[in-house]
């Protein structure tokens, strides 16, 4: 299969850095912090950093071996990647191991086998730690990064933003073919109970429009593409604007608050999908602290109808307070929003996360299932199954005794588990 990038840094240094995203390439090449961390390290002077997937036992630059590298660097955004991470990471114990992304937030289960987490944002804490590792110096002194003890997790302003992206341009698959992934805006302000990045990545932050040309103009000397997808949480307060600097490449936004769908945001993208969240029924949607009502999700889906040919649905079962009544609201949403446009959906279970309102909600696997076949009876939909939304919950809320439990995929195994968990991801300050 032919393979042809544009946007690769090739270099010599000093230090080897392997940056290991624990699922295939088509993933993790279309994920934005692994590109963040990518650039952040090649930048340094002494430093190369190298890309590895489960797809690509060798690196992507040099088809060089993990042993050959001085440092593992785990880029790692979902709980089930755990079962990679600890079984690369459990072969080279002489190595420093590093991890960064989302599940940082709770270190714990992974603590036996990597040596120092970045929690939060890593455009400053990382740069710090290559520096004091160069020099000797205690590396858990950097603010961000944590070992034992306690942990802040560190918040950047948008000041950076990497412009060297890989892009294929072969015959390989990425989630986002030929795109150039733009960052327009950080955290939330919206506070969903169930959502770990409105209550850890902190206030909303938006990079300004000009500089959001800027980085497109800086980008297109050092890559090749022909999309930029927006990336953002939150709706930019200009996204038109922003949409009219990305012309002429084409604009895609990988999911939208269902507020923000407007005539003129349509108009500027014409995506072929919109994906949406209602997340639940109406009574459980506003206790969440999503103030949309039914009627605005149909308005929505009426006016998207004239741009695009389909709408994405994600919704979640096993809420707090959830009822049949919910599960029937889920199914009527969803056979409305069908009359209207073409509609997929997908049904996950819900997985309570720490340092949210809902962390201390315990899953219940028989109550997930019951859902999800009442659901069955009436609608198709994708998703995972009950007993791996249990395993996520474990690795998302457990304690450094799960990590024993990393040696077996096996749900029959993690059944089993003491479920009582000591809260140690409390010693991770997100405030």
């Known amino acids: 299969m032919h393979f042809l990038e544009y946007g690769v840094i090739k270099k010599k240094g000093k230090y080897r850095v392997a940056l290991i995203y624990p699922q295939v390439y088509k993933a993790g090449n279309s994920n934005l912090g692994f590109i963040f961390v990518y650039n952040l390290v090649n930048e340094k002077k002494d430093f190369v950093c190298e890309r590895f997937f489960t797809d690509f036992t060798k690196s992507i630059e040099t088809n060089s071996v993990l042993r050959d590298f001085d440092i593992l660097a785990f880029s790692c955004s979902f709980e089930m990647d755990f079962f990679t991470v600890y079984e690369i990471a459990s072969q080279f114990p002489e190595k420093v191991k590093i991890l960064g992304g989302r599940t940082s937030y709770n270190p714990f289960p992974l603590k036996k086998v990597i040596d120092y987490f970045f929690v939060g944002d890593a455009e ?29 997790a560190r918040q950047s302003p948008l000041l950076y933003h990497p412009v060297y992206e890989p892009v ?47 980085i497109i103009e800086k980008a297109e000397t050092c890559t090749k593409f022909e999309t930029i997808v927006l990336i953002g949480p939150d709706s930019h307060s200009c996204i038109e604007d922003v949409i009219e600097v990305c012309k002429p490449y084409r604009v895609s936004l990988p ?15 014409a995506p072929e999908t919109v994906t949406i969240a209602p997340e639940t029924s109406e009574r459980l949607r506003f206790n969440l602290g999503k103030s949309v009502t039914d009627g605005d999700i149909l308005e929505k889906a009426a006016l ?81 199954s009950a ?23 096996r749900y029959s195994a993690w059944k089993k588990i003491d479920t009582q968990f000591k809260k140690e991801w409390e010693s991770i300050d997100v405030s």
């Not at 740069?127 to 961000?144: C, N, T």
């Not at 769908?261 to 993208?269: D, Y």
Request: aromatic share 10%; charged share 30%.
């Open 124 to 152: 400053e804490s990382l740069p710090e730690f290559l520096k004091l590792y160069e020099e000797g110096g205690d590396l858990s002194a950097v603010e961000g990064v944590f070992k034992e003890g306690k942990a802040k």
């Open 304 to 384: 998207v109808s004239h741009y695009s040919k389909r709408m994405k649905l994600y919704f979640m079962v096993g809420l707090p307070g959830e009822k049949e009544e919910d599960l029937k609201g889920i199914v009527d949403l969803t056979k409305k929003i069908a009359k209207i446009i073409r509609t997929t959906v997908t049904v996950s279970p819900f997985v309570p996360k720490p340092h949210t309102p809902y962390a201390d909600f315990r899953y219940d696997t028989d109550l997930v299932e019951k859902s999800l076949k009442f659901l069955r009876k009436y609608m198709k939909f994708s998703g995972v």
């Open 255 to 269: 999911s939208l608050r269902i507020e923000s769908l407007s005539e003129g945001l349509l108009e500027g993208v």
């Open 168 to 214: 294929q341009w072969g015959e390989y698959k990425e989630a986002f073919p030929r795109s150039f992934l733009l960052e327009i805006s950080r955290g939330c302000s919206r506070k969903c109970k169930f959502c770990l990045v409105s209550h850890c990545v902190g206030r909303k932050r938006e990079r300004p429009v000009d500089v959001i040309q800027s």
């Open 387 to 409: 007993q791996q939304g249990f395993i996520q919950w474990v690795l998302s809320i457990g304690d450094e005794g799960v990590g024993e439990y990393l040696k077996n995929r």
